[in-house]
């Protein structure tokens, strides 16, 4: 019974959990996940057993650690005031801080300006806010100090409403701190983190994450959910669009840049943010590609693969981390001391706070390893998870465990202190409102910053010779008639793609809108057909399309999927064009008519048939507020595409997790046509019988309207002993260089790229890895020497102590233009063994 009265009190707390501001676009799914959860609680799941018995705290790592990850939350100074605070703390204050929920919902500021409404009173946001569905009054909360912080709570009123409550009214006037999925721009959008991550320019997601950060403040949002980091091999999990894609060490360069965006060198300057690094650990490694669902691996493939973009990001200082959902070799993250305490704060040192996934607290009793929220929040709480979001357990279950000892009050003190660190640290008590001009309409002086990031977003696929001997792309201006065909080329909300701030479709240039001033420049004519929706079985715009498209000189497709369809809870199990899209695409073509496709979608697609029929194809993923223009600038040969694919692209959805870094086989299918059924012995390699194993577009690949070569790969020495390599962590062992030639007829820029291989060591590594790039401009004829260090961090794995290091062996290198990087150097790293063998 009890179960069913808490969860129904949850249900009814999802659904009606409509956030504020249009921000988030959760509310649907959230609807499902509380229906989900009704039926459990009617057909009564079993009741929540008596408490468990009571169990010593478990270990808990203190905030002094030895090498802090973050010298500013380190500050003495900050400690003092810490604990001067923290001794005048109820235990009531205490838990408060470790609180987390939205706001009302729909209270006016009106509403909200005065007092704050009494205790349980029902009234009218009672039916309306979550928040006092769950008996929880979130401003009630504030002005009396038991809430710490607020997620999704956006809009300089907004916040500063909340703000006077906790500040003016609670007892120790201790701030909020306002948290918000801020993942690729606030008001103006940038593409997607896939698409930025395509871009392979770090220094580009700095300059985006710090103008989010910039806009996103001046409402009052101090704290952003990001960035994501989690590696994804599986592009059925719709959260790819979140994050960097499969790769660790490109994952790792990110998670660096968009620290140093958001906070800069110091969080209390104005315009700086805290992050929150999410979802820690391995979510992106979801079963099956299904949302939420478990995760299960080698500790190796844990700490080689999937943990390097958090270390990264907790390196450069992250002031907070983000607990995931998912469980991991069957503990959930968010009761996970192997993952907070040990490595996190142990052997990284991290000394910002650990705020729990939405619900994921509660959600501790789903997994089953708690049967009643008294051992979830104990479980929790012991394990590292510092803030509460919105599960009602912190403050629910705290008081009674506090008092009977199940755990003790230092447990609470510590996590109180991290989070007070991060308030102090982000200059809240000085600053506690949104101050200066809000940014509440479309900033123009920062979209040519976002047209930038999309013009370099974008990855040309394919641009074959026409029977004219040239490509399609760029654009001729002597293709007058321009056919725009398809359920992209005009929508605007699309182009913002998931998590779009407070992004306004008014402010996005669409595809439509940049041709028709393009084609008013040039002298030509747009001609526009719709032609089907995303995810419309009729074909009633199908004669319209072929009519328009019969009428051009050359079509442009814009086709992929709704935003809706990645992002959390949009897994899904194919890969293919949705609706009747492809159906749209193959009629297009039998008119005969060049076509253009471009793809908007959250993860790589299945393009077989496009590959084979359509000569020029382009990756746009969700472009944001400039998309129309920056296609525009790149269709039109104004800059040249310089994108790489984030994530390879498979020719069925069966290949999945399909990534280029895999572990070798003890039967490659070297030397064997794999586009052929096998015969003979070639049956007992490592293959599919019906396709080939490779990536039809793989990782690190895009075309740009030059080409480039490639020559002299090297490596500055064939030889270390293995005592330098191991002794020398902090610099370089050697270098790899390679020259690279622009051979073509435009100025463009090339991703350079180094990959290694290490074979000999005794574990097994990868057929190869990315441990280096560049990006670099050259103009026609020009060539340019590049050269990529390579240290202890690129040539070390962990071995079967989970330790990093280099043993004697074998190390090739690429140089190139993606992971197919043909042109090759070597080196060993020598040590003589016992038996006198010098590797
Ligand atoms: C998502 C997080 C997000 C949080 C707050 C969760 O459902 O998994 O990525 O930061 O909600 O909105």
New binding site residues.
């Given amino acids: 019974m009890l179960l069913r009265l808490h969860l129904i009190r949850y249900i009814a707390a999802n659904i009606v959990r409509i956030p504020a501001a249009g921000l988030?676009m959760?509310s649907r799914r959230r609807y499902i996940l509380a229906c989900v959860t009704l039926c459990l609680a009617l057909v009564g799941v079993e009741p929540y057993a008596a408490a468990q018995a009571a169990t010593a705290d478990s270990p808990h790592q203190s905030n002094q650690v030895a090498h802090p990850s973050n010298a500013q939350l380190a500050d003495p100074k900050i400690e003092a005031r810490v604990e001067h605070l923290l001794r005048q703390m109820t235990l009531e204050e205490k838990i408060g801080q470790l609180v987390q929920y939205n706001d009302t919902g729909n209270a006016s500021a009106a509403q909200t300006s005065g007092t704050p409404p009494a205790e349980d009173k029902p009234g009218a946001m009672d039916t309306l806010n979550p928040v006092s569905a769950n008996h929880v009054n979130a401003m009630q909360l504030a002005a009396t100090g038991r809430l710490g912080s607020m997620?999704?709570t956006v809009g300089a009123e907004r916040t500063n409403t909340y703000q006077h409550l906790a500040v003016d009214q609670s007892r120790l006037h201790i701030p909020l701190l306002f948290g918000a999925?801020v993942i690729h721009g606030y008001r103006t959008i940038y593409p997607v983190p896939l698409g930025l991550a395509a871009s392979f320019d770090p220094e580009l997601v700095v300059a985006v994450s710090r103008m989010a950060a910039e806009e996103a403040s001046s409402a009052g949002v101090r704290w952003f959910?990001s960035p994501?980091v989690d590696i994804s091999r599986d592009p059925r999990w719709g959260r790819s669009v979140e994050g960097a894609g499969e790769d660790p060490y490109l994952g790792a360069a990110m998670a660096r840049a968009y620290i140093r965006g958001y906070q800069g060198d110091d969080l209390s300057k104005p315009g700086h943010v805290a992050a929150s690094v999410?979802?820690f650990a391995a979510y992106g490694a979801a079963e099956a590609g299904r949302e939420y669902n478990t995760t299960d691996m080698s500790e190796i493939t844990l700490r080689q693969v999937y943990l390097p973009p958090y270390h990264a990001a907790v390196e450069a200082g992250a002031a907070t981390i983000?607990s995931a959902?998912n469980s991991i070799n069957g503990v959930p993250s968010s009761a996970n001391p192997f993952l907070l305490s040990k490595i996190l704060r142990g052997e990284w040192g991290f000394n910002g706070f650990v705020v729990s996934?939405?619900t994921a607290v509660m959600e501790l009793t789903h997994h089953g390893i708690a049967l009643d929220p008294a051992t979830a929040t104990r479980k929790a709480i012991t394990s590292g998870v510092d803030v509460d979001?919105m599960s009602h357990y912190y403050d629910t279950q705290l008081p009674e465990l506090i008092r009977t000892g199940r755990i003790s009050m230092n447990v609470v003190d510590e996590a109180v202190r991290r989070v007070l660190r991060v308030k102090f640290a982000t200059g809240l008590f000085e600053h506690p409102y949104a101050e200066g001009v809000e940014v509440t309409a479309a900033v123009a002086g920062h979209r040519p910053l976002a047209r930038k990031a999309a013009e370099e977003s974008f990855v040309l696929l394919q641009n074959d010779k026409l029977t004219d001997g040239a490509p399609l792309l760029p654009l001729s201006p002597l293709r007058k008639r321009v056919a725009l065909i398809g359920p992209l080329a005009d929508n605007a909300e699309v182009m913002t793609g998931v998590w779009s701030g407070v992004g306004q479709d008014r402010d996005i240039i669409t595809l439509r809108q940049a041709l028709a001033e393009r084609a008013q420049q040039l002298g030509g004519t747009l001609l526009y057909a719709k032609g089907t929706e995303i995810n419309d079985p009729s074909q009633a715009g199908f004669p319209e399309a072929i009519q328009v498209a019969q009428a051009s000189d050359v079509v442009i497709l814009a086709l992929g999927e709704l935003s809706s369809m990645s992002g959390?809870g949009g897994s899904r199990a194919s890969l293919d064009l949705p609706g009747n899209q492809q159906q749209l695409l193959e009629a297009v073509v039998a008119t005969g008519k060049p076509v253009v496709l471009l793809i908007f979608s959250g993860r790589p697609l299945v393009l077989n048939w496009a590959a084979k029929h359509i000569p020029s194809i382009m990756e746009a993923w969700f472009p944001g507020t400039e998309a129309g223009h920056a296609l525009a600038n790149i269709l039109y040969g104004d800059v040249s595409p310089s994108g790489k694919l984030p994530m390879s692209f498979p020719r069925a959805v069966g290949q999945e997790p399909l990534y280029y870094n895999q572990l070798p086989t003890g039967r490659p299918p070297t030397g064997i046509d794999l586009s052929k059924p096998p015969v003979g012995d070639s049956r007992f390699v490592s293959r599919y019988i019906d396709l080939p194993n490779s990536a039809l577009f793989p990782f690190g690949y895009g075309l740009s309207y030059s080409s480039f070569s490639y020559r002299d790969v090297k490596a500055s020495k064939t030889s270390i002993p293995l005592s330098q390599a191991l002794a020398n962590r902090s610099t370089p062992l050697l270098e790899a260089t390679a020259t690279v030639t622009n051979t073509g007829e435009h100025t463009a820029t090339e991703v350079v790229q180094c990959y290694v291989r290490n074979l000999g060591a005794s574990i097994e590594q990868p057929v190869r890895s990315l441990k280096g790039f560049e990006r670099v401009t050259l103009l026609p004829g020009e060539s340019k020497q590049i050269s990529f260090p390579l240290g202890f961090n690129e040539l070390s794995f962990f071995n079967l102590e989970s330790s990093p290091t280099i043993e004697a062996s074998h190390y090739t290198v690429w140089i190139g233009s993606s992971s197919l990087a043909s042109q090759e150097a070597s080196f060993v790293v020598v040590s003589p063994t016992p038996d006198g063998d010098s590797r």
Avoid: G, R
Wanted: hydrophobic fraction near 40%.
């Fill in positions: 988030w959760n997620l999704n999925d959910y994501m999410k979802h983000m959902f996934d939405y979001m959390e």
